[in-house]
Antibody
Framework: QVQLVESGGGVVQPGRSLRLSCAVS????????MHWVRQAPGKGLEWVAM????????HYADSVKGRFTISRDTSKKTVYLQMSSLRVDDTAVYYC???????????WGLGTTVTVSS | SYELTQTPSVSVSPGQTVGITCSGD??????VSWYQQKPGQSPVVVIC???KRPSGIPERFSGSNSGSTATLTIRGTQAMDEADYYC?????????FGGGTKLTVL
């Protein structure tokens, strides 16, 4: 059974850092790219970052470029999102998601909530 | 940066057909996916590669994409279809989501 479980969310002050984790099961990270997608309260979906199936390339939304870093540890079956210089407008539910074979995001986790507030 | 535009809200009567549109520059040249998100839940893909329906998605969901507009069509709409719907495409190496359409089944 394919499953994605996010963790690491919480309340953090502006300017601080936080690392999110996504534990995957039921498939191998060696064959799938992975995304982080966020959703601010009452708002739509916003793509954040992606790491390719081979781990060689990372892509970021302009809104997080230079502040967020996506990475993975295939041995731990875990994908990470290191977030630094956090801003109030980074407040959102962060979803870990799998890149599908047809250029869709085919599997989503339940999300973890990040609140940036002083 | 590339943008996808959706109508914020659409309403439909049970049993009727509804189309939810997504527009973008030369969108017909891209592969479009559609996601359904119900309150408090994670998104679920209902259409990928413009017209493909993933396993488990009812046949009443269909998609098309031509020119600058992609359309998600729901035939015989049911109350359970009430949700937010998002279109999605790739632009270069970035994923782009539309702003979402809230579908109300009256």
């Amino acid at each position: 059974q394919v499953q994605l479980v996010e963790s690491g969310g919480g309340v953090v002050q502006p300017g601080r850092s936080l690392r999110l984790s996504c534990a995957v099961s039921g498939f191998s990270l060696d064959y799938y790219g992975m995304h982080w997608v966020r959703q601010a309260p009452g708002k739509g979906l916003e793509w954040v970052a992606m790491i390719t199936y081979d781990g060689r390339n990372e892509h970021y939304a302009d809104s997080v470029k230079g502040r967020f870093t996506i990475s993975r540890d295939t041995s731990k079956k875990t994908v990470y999102l290191q977030m630094s210089s956090l801003r109030v407008d980074d407040t959102a539910v962060y979803y870990c998601a799998r890149d599908g074979a047809s250029r869709e995001v085919d599997v989503w986790g339940l999300g973890t909530t990040v609140t940036v507030s002083s | 940066s590339y943008e996808l535009t959706q109508t914020p809200s659409v309403s439909v009567s049970p049993g009727q057909t509804v189309g939810i549109t997504c527009s973008g520059d030369k969108l017909g040249d891209k592969d479009v996916s559609w996601y359904q998100q119900k309150p408090g839940q994670s998104p679920v893909v209902v259409i990928c590669q413009n017209t493909k329906r993933p396993s488990g998605i009812p046949e009443r969901f269909s998609g098309s994409n031509s020119g600058s507009t992609a359309t998600l069509t729901i035939r015989g709409t049911q109350a359970m279809d009430e949700a937010d719907y998002y279109c999605q495409a790739w632009d270069s190496s970035s994923v782009v989501f539309g702003g979402g359409t809230k579908l109300t089944v009256l």
